[in-house]
């Protein structure tokens, strides 16, 4: 799986902030459309929680 290096989440932001800040960096480290899309996909319908965790298990080094 891959892993983004220079993504943080706040987890008092709301999702959509979450899933704007994970669009922005997978492109500005060339992730394809599609690993995006699939990815945007999969969180778009779930509550925050859910978001929050699924996001943060694509970050590296993420406690």
């Known amino acids: 799986m891959k892993k983004l290096k220079h993504l943080y989440l706040r987890p ?5 902030i979450w899933l704007a ?6 492109k500005k480290e ?3 459309k599609g690993e995006i899309q699939k ?16 996001l943060t298990s694509f970050i590296e080094n993420h406690k």
Request: hydrophobic content about 45%; glycine content about 0%.
């Open 39 to 54: 990815i945007v996909q999969t969180v778009k319908h779930l509550d925050a929680a859910s978001c929050y965790q699924t």
């Open 30 to 32: 060339q992730w394809t």
């Open 21 to 26: 800040s994970f669009v922005f960096i997978a």
């Open 12 to 16: 008092q932001d709301p999702p959509f």
